[in-house]
């Protein structure tokens, strides 16, 4: 039970250490950063489509 022991309290002293105020003003949230990738995920889906179109109609015209 010991290792169970030192297990819990180290767990239990890293997170106080991680909601101490200096930790917790770390910066961004995943949130924010989901939407910023989502957002670019979206784009480049739609500059391919774009040129896919662009593509296949250009091939329509060579080729009859």
């Known amino acids: 039970m010991t290792v169970v022991y030192y297990l819990h309290s180290v767990v239990k002293e890293r997170i106080a250490y991680l909601r101490t105020r200096a930790e917790r003003d770390r910066g961004d949230g995943p949130v924010p950063t989901a939407i910023?990738?989502?957002?670019?995920?979206?784009?480049?889906v739609a500059v391919t489509a774009t040129a896919a179109s662009l593509a296949s109609g250009w091939m329509a015209k060579i080729a009859p």
């Open 36 to 44: 910023i990738i989502a957002g670019l995920a979206a784009a480049a």
